[in-house]
């Protein structure tokens, strides 16, 4: 059994509050903006490096839930920050995997995952402890209820299917590097670092 | 001056010139670091892993430890990069887009420059990717020829990744941290 993606971005948009977001390439992080946008959503972030960038940032503001939204193609390419982030026990940091089996992106060609690959057992071996496999949105509800409320990390699974080619998704009304800066504005409205100022920006700090 | 020798012939690692680097870094305001482990900077990522000032994290792959730095950044750390100079070559994709596109910065140490001192053939590819991909990015670099030279070019380099939102990578020669031959 599979679900739609954007039925889960639904419930994840539902159920999420105050938690940053750092999404992937792709549909995900289109389907998210239309579905559940806050300027706390960092979009576009290149295959592979969503999850170390969550870890940065969720080392950075321990205070705050970091969740990580990627593709099964993008996870492949960042296998290491799995161990890296076992290792390091961000327990404010939420790993969430949309597999698709395929790039979706990229001609809808097989990722490892539609073959012998299995990312749970990947992330598993790399020491994620805390993990959630989910096969329909009602698991996925109490999967993201559980990892936004407690000490994680938590890796999140969900096998998805593909996106309907004929499905019209709108990109984002920014560019990438808007997005940075509207999401820094957020964090330090939010209060999560000091003012972010032109010029040397000394005063970009956690706050105390 | 406290030395500690690397391995045969009478090449040693400079201590003291690992603590400058580690004090110079923390004197421009570095509080997280990214590192991969290499034998040229041994010394001084024993400090910074040591130090319970400095958030230092291992990083399996040097553009891994690059998005984790861009990340500390976005949380309003002040992040270094510690990696030998091939790490430009995984690296180049995430200085590319997260740092040129995303607009998201952070300070770069490296071992090992184009030639001077370079006295292993196994190390050549340092030679290939970094000062050439810094060159070809568009990304300022400094050399540090001079120990003496440390802080300010750190301070200075991070003043400018700040300022300019743009990274800048501070290299360090194998005279600065060995000694003899």
Redesign the interface.
């Known amino acids: 059994m599979t679900v739609k993606r954007i039925d889960a971005l639904k419930i994840f948009a539902a159920e999420r509050k105050e938690e940053l977001v ?1 999404t992937g390439v792709g549909a995900v992080g289109r389907e998210l903006y239309k579905v559940g946008h806050k300027d706390t959503n ?1 979009y576009k ?2 295959m ?2 969503v999850s ?10 321990p205070q705050r839930k970091v969740v990580v939204i990627e593709g099964d193609g993008s996870a492949l390419m ?1 296998l ?2 799995w ?2 982030i076992a290792n ?1 026990v961000p327990g404010n940091l939420v790993l969430i995997v949309f597999d698709n089996g395929a790039y979706e992106g990229g001609g809808r060609h097989p990722t490892a995952t539609a073959g012998k690959t299995r990312l749970e057992v990947m992330a598993r071996g790399a020491g994620l402890e805390k993990e959630f496999i989910c096969a329909d949105l009602e698991s996925f509800q109490v999967a993201v209820k559980e990892a936004l409320a407690h000490e994680g990390p938590f890796f999140i699974l969900v096998k998805v299917e593909l996106l309907d080619p004929d499905e019209d998704i709108p990109n984002h009304p920014f560019d ?2 808007e ?3 509207i ?2 504005r957020a ?1 330090s409205q939010e209060g ?3 003012g972010w100022v032109e ?4 005063s ?4 105390k | 001056m406290v030395m500690e020798k690397l391995r045969g012939g009478g090449v040693r690692h400079n201590v003291t010139n690992a603590s400058i680097l580690h004090r110079s870094l923390k004197e421009a305001g570095i509080d997280f670091v990214s590192l991969v482990p290499d034998s040229y900077f041994r010394e001084l990522n024993r400090l910074l892993i040591a130090d319970p000032e400095m958030r230092t994290v291992i990083a399996t792959r040097e553009d891994e430890g690059m998005a984790i730095c861009a990340g500390a950044y976005l949380g309003g750390k002040k992040p270094c990069m510690v990696m030998e100079a091939s790490g430009y070559g995984s690296g180049a994709g995430v200085l590319a887009r997260i740092c040129q596109v995303h607009h998201i910065p952070f300070l770069i140490l490296s071992s090992h420059v184009s030639g001077l001192g370079e006295m292993y053939y196994f190390h050549s590819e340092t030679r290939f990717l970094g000062e050439p991909i810094l060159r070809g990015m568009g990304i300022p670099f400094v050399v540090i020829y001079r120990i003496e030279d440390a802080p300010v070019l750190i301070r200075e380099a991070w003043l400018s990744v700040e300022g300019q939102r743009h990274p800048v990578a501070v290299m360090v020669p194998r005279h600065i941290l060995f000694e003899g031959r």
């Open positions: 750092i960092l972030i290149q592979g490096f170390p960038m969550g870890l940065g940032l969720a080392l950075a503001l960042g290491g920050a161990a890296t390091e990438m590097t997005n940075t800066y999401f820094m964090l999560l670092v000091e010029g040397v920006s000394a970009h700090r956690p706050r």
